[in-house]
């Protein structure tokens, strides 16, 4: 059962990534709260509200029939077809299991729905919410066992219906933004949701009083942290995937400024959820952004001196933000922190950049 929701719902959301970034960013970057209960009252007060949430669900698992019956003709999933072994009470449980994962963005939101129905007193319009669930849980169990009984085992390709007529770019910053989209999506997308729900949170307490910058300061470079993980991809990309770059007759100063740039280019996403909420001004936004940013490029430099897994970078990662939470709580100008962190992680990238070519 592990090895069919790993290979199959986590390599749907792994290859979607990109497409739930986009939507997140939509629903979340230019959507407040206000729009999102508006939406959820529509749906459950107008005559064809229901109609248009079945559309969108449908349309929805469609997506994910599609990708399961496509996914499982390919050489690699010949394994897939093992799930015949097994009875079939027990491979129409697991199949149903399996499409419950693949429908966790529907379930999210209908338990949303069903707060709001609670909150206004409306749960006698619910019911076919959960209709909904048997019906599309359904049809992707159908969907699975319809190929598992009908295998094609040899998929031609065909040709692509758009071919883009532009080269790639011959660019190191393209390159490694495209790598972290292509083949680390579900750590792009894991880091950015925890990342815009931070930022979400943080403004919103920040409207109920009058408070200074310190309290956003805090709470968004939290926010700006949990890209941790997108750093340590890109420093794995560079010294275990992306190995002949580091014989490129490229200066220590030039790469510290590509890491820079692809950094500030990670961290505009949550950077223009503050623009939209418009509770902070436009100085104290470009502020909190070169803190965040100052704080993620020592945690990248820290990296050339420690490697080893993410999971032990924890520890000086918390010690570094309760000296920071310090830092910022003693007044001192929040400007000037950002700035003295990137010069402080300029300084320490070089030494230790330079530190481990030398043991290579």
């Known amino acids: 059962m592990k090895i069919l929701m790993l290979s199959t719902v986590q390599a749907f959301f792994r290859q979607r990534?990109?497409?739930?970034?986009?939507?997140?960013?939509?629903?979340?970057?230019?959507?407040g709260?206000?729009?999102?209960?508006?939406?959820?009252?529509?749906?459950?007060?107008?005559?064809?509200?229901?109609?248009?949430?079945?559309g969108i669900w449908v349309l929805y698992t469609f997506l994910c029939a599609?990708?399961?019956?496509?996914l499982w003709t390919q050489p690699d999933y010949h394994f897939i077809y093992n799930t015949g072994l097994w009875p079939n009470q027990r491979r129409m449980i697991r199949f149903l299991l399996m499409a419950l994962g693949f429908l966790q963005p529907i379930l999210y939101y209908g338990i949303y729905i069903i707060l709001i129905a609670r909150q206004d007193k409306l749960l006698h319009r619910i019911w076919p919410i959960f209709i909904f669930y048997t019906l599309l849980s359904t049809i992707l169990v159908l969907v699975a066992e319809h190929r598992l009984r009908n295998p094609r085992l040899f998929h031609a390709k065909g040709k692509m219906v758009f071919n883009w007529p532009f080269p790639r770019p011959v660019s190191w910053i393209y390159w490694s933004i495209e790598w972290l989209f292509r083949e680390k999506g579900l750590t792009l997308l894991c880091c950015k949701i925890g990342a815009i729900g931070v930022f979400i949170c943080t403004l919103i307490y920040y409207q109920t009083d009058t408070y200074d910058i310190r309290l956003p300061a805090i709470g968004l470079t939290l926010g700006y942290l949990l890209n941790i993980g997108l750093s340590y991809e890109l420093f794995r990309w560079e010294n275990e995937i992306w190995l002949w770059s580091r014989s490129l007759?490229?200066?220590?100063?030039?790469?510290?400024?590509r890491t820079l740039l692809i950094h500030t280019i990670l961290i505009i996403p949550e950077t223009l959820i503050v623009i939209r909420y418009n509770v902070i001004t436009i100085l104290e936004v470009l502020q909190l952004y070169a803190l965040g940013l100052s704080v993620l490029m020592i945690?990248?430099?820290?990296?050339?001196k420690r490697g080893g897994l993410l999971e032990d970078?924890?520890?000086?990662?918390?010690?570094?933000?309760?000296l920071l939470t310090f830092l910022i709580l003693y007044k001192i100008p929040v400007w000037g922190i950002g700035a003295?962190?990137?010069l402080l992680s300029c300084y320490l990238y070089a030494k230790w950049y330079e530190k481990e070519e030398i043991g290579l």
């Open 33 to 54: 709260s206000r729009e999102h209960y508006g939406f959820a009252l529509f749906f459950l007060t107008d005559p064809f509200g229901m109609y248009y949430l079945a």
């Open 17 to 31: 990534a990109g497409m739930f970034f986009v939507l997140m960013g939509l629903l979340f970057g230019f959507m």
């Open 299 to 304: 945690f990248h430099s820290y990296l050339y």
């Open 66 to 70: 599609h990708f399961i019956s496509n």
């Open 249 to 257: 007759p490229v200066s220590t100063a030039v790469r510290f400024a």
């Open 340 to 342: 003295a962190g990137l």
């Open 313 to 322: 970078m924890m520890k000086p990662v918390l010690s570094g933000f309760v």
